[in-house]
């Protein structure tokens, strides 16, 4: 009997693993390859990276250019073509003529069910059979917690703007889909306030436990301090440079030899800028393990988003402490001052970084009893069992 057909439609190619979404795309991809025949239809550029190994795993891939191929003055103009539209920005940046006409040629190859990874590709919804939405996050949240960030009142009437749209248009979308994928129980709850008729389906991030293990059993012996993201993802722009003007001075007055190393694709120049000799911006690696395991201390001091970091289960997966604010560890699981240490003003945020540093017995044991929760609840093998038990009850 032929395998049952499942469509994954992408903002992004999902490999190489860059970033928390292309991780997140890959692993629910390589979960549902065992047991159906999977498709792949995604923004990209022909001769990417990584098209061999997702030609590996999916039985057909359709990449569509986009979404900037004019680079950012095109972009800029886009954007603000869209802003006069009643949609957000960055929902009418993804949805093109190009993607439409190339899904409707690939659905009609007969697939049983679609996923649209991320609220920007669920503008794409046909109405056809059993379709998902995986949100990754819920965009209102972040624009929600982006208003409260923002001055100037100019500043503060365009991003209330967005989160205007936002709201409005996300609250109905969700309500089109035969289940909103979440990834944890505090979005699903958030999603649910948006729209109470939204099916919700919590699926966590997960890490692979195996892949992410320490080989070295010992203390890392620097005192280096290591933040990891993707650091064109304004979040995790703003991360840093709260990090480095507001705690990081305050790290290195009580610990002198601390040094930091900040870790992701594509820094702007304002994120390069803030280097000093105790500060390094190493940009995009191809693994962070190494970096991860030579580091006392994994850094989030995330102050608006939305989801769960999937950078915090790969560091607790590495049985290294992980300091983050509350909102940064939205939606994971763990214990705090057990697991994980959690601060959210600076001067607490920096005590908390600079106990890791100078106290081998708590290092070692926040990391022991964070890579046991990552073991038992967030490894890919069981945080995956939620959507392919739906599938299965739906399509057999």
């Known amino acids: 009997m032929p395998k049952r057909r499942v469509l994954f439609v992408a903002s992004q190619l999902p490999f190489p693993l860059t970033s928390g979404g292309r991780i997140r795309n890959y692993h629910l991809m390589k979960a549902l390859a065992a047991t159906y025949d999977v498709g792949l239809v995604a923004y990209g550029a022909d001769g990417a990276p990584g098209l061999a190994e997702l030609r590996g795993l999916v039985g057909t891939l359709e990449v569509v250019p986009g979404p900037a191929p004019g680079g950012p003055q095109w972009q800029r103009a886009l954007d603000a073509a869209c802003a006069f539209s009643s949609r957000p920005v ?11 006409r190339r899904l409707e040629r690939v659905r009609s190859q007969g697939y049983d069910a679609t996923v649209y990874a991320s609220l920007h590709m669920g503008s794409l919804w046909q109405g056809l059979g059993l379709e998902l939405l995986d949100t990754h996050n819920v965009q209102s949240v972040i624009w929600a917690r982006l ?3 923002t001055r100037g009142l100019v500043r503060r009437a365009v991003v209330w703007d967005q989160f205007r749209k936002m709201r409005r248009y996300e609250a109905a979308l969700v309500a089109r889909f035969g289940a909103c994928l979440v990834t944890s129980e505090t979005d699903g709850r958030y999603l649910r306030e948006l729209n109470p008729v939204a099916r919700v389906l919590t699926v966590p991030n997960g890490v692979d436990c ?28 703003d991360a840093v440079r709260e990090l480095c003007v507001d705690i990081w001075p305050r790290v290195v007055a009580k610990v002198p030899d601390a040094s ?17 000799g105790s500060v390094s911006v190493v940009g995009q690696v191809d693994d962070v393990r190494p970096w991860i395991a030579s580091s006392r201390v994994l850094v989030v001091p995330i ?26 560890a939205e939606g994971i699981d763990a214990v705090a001052g057990e697991e994980i240490l959690i601060a959210d003003d600076p001067a607490a945020f920096a005590e908390q970084v600079v106990a890791v540093l100078v106290d081998d017995a708590l290092l070692g044991s926040i990391g022991q009893r964070g890579r046991r929760r990552v073991e038992c609840r967030y490894d890919w093998r069981v945080v995956t069992q939620p959507l392919l038990e739906f599938l299965s009850a739906r399509l057999g």
Not at 90 to 100: L, S
Not at 304 to 326: C, D, H, N, Q, Y
């Open 90 to 100: 960055v929902i009418a940046r993804y949805d093109r003529p190009a993607m439409r």
């Open 147 to 149: 208003l409260a960030q």
């Open 210 to 237: 195996e892949y992410y293990r320490c080989t070295d059993p010992g203390l890392p012996p620097r005192r280096q301090v290591v933040f990891v993201g993707s650091l064109d993802w304004r979040p995790n722009a």
């Open 260 to 276: 930091l190393v900040i870790v992701g694709a594509n820094p702007p120049p304002a994120i390069r800028a803030l280097e000093t």
């Open 303 to 328: 102050r608006w988003g939305s989801g769960t970091r999937i950078k915090i289960l790969e560091a607790m997966a590495m049985g290294r402490p992980v300091v983050s604010t509350t909102v940064g």
